[in-house]
Nanobody, 114 residues
C-alpha cells in the first residue's frame, strides 16, 4: 500500500489550500485516516483524523479552520485548510492506520507567507 499526498503549495496568510491523499494497492477494511505535520526543527504533530463517517478529531491549533473528510470508495482523505497562518507552515503527512497496520505518505509542503 502506498499513500500519495498532493495539494501543498505557497499561500498567503488568510488563504486556503486543500490537501488530498489517496491510497494505492490492496487496502481492505476500515482504517483511521489522518494528517500530521512537521515544521522545521520541530517534532511531527497530529493535525486531524477521521476514524469513520461523521467522526472527526482536530488539534486545538486548527479547530474551526481545518476540515478533514474521507471518501472510502476512493480510499482518499482530504484536508481543507482555511484561514491559514504562517505557523501552519510545515510538511504535511497523511496516515492510514489500524491495529496491525500503519501507512504514511511521503509528505507535501505547505508554506504560508506573504
Amino acid at each position: 500500500v502506498q499513500l500519495q499526498a498532493s495539494g501543498g503549495g505557497l499561500v498567503q496568510p488568510g488563504g486556503s489550500l486543500r490537501l488530498s491523499c489517496a491510497a494505492s494497492g490492496s487496502i481492505f477494511g476500515i482504517y483511521i485516516m489522518g494528517w500530521y505535520r512537521q515544521a522545521p526543527g520541530k517534532q511531527r504533530e497530529f493535525v486531524a483524523a477521521v476514524p469513520g463517517a461523521g467522526i472527526t478529531n482536530y488539534a486545538d491549533s486548527v479547530k474551526g479552520r481545518f476540515t478533514i473528510s474521507r471518501d472510502n470508495a476512493k480510499n482518499t482523505v482530504y484536508l481543507q485548510m482555511n484561514s491559514l497562518k504562517p505557523e501552519d507552515t510545515a510538511v504535511y503527512f497523511c496516515r492510514f492506520w489500524r491495529s496491525g497496520s500503519d501507512f504514511w505518505g511521503q509528505g507535501t509542503q505547505v508554506t504560508v507567507s506573504s
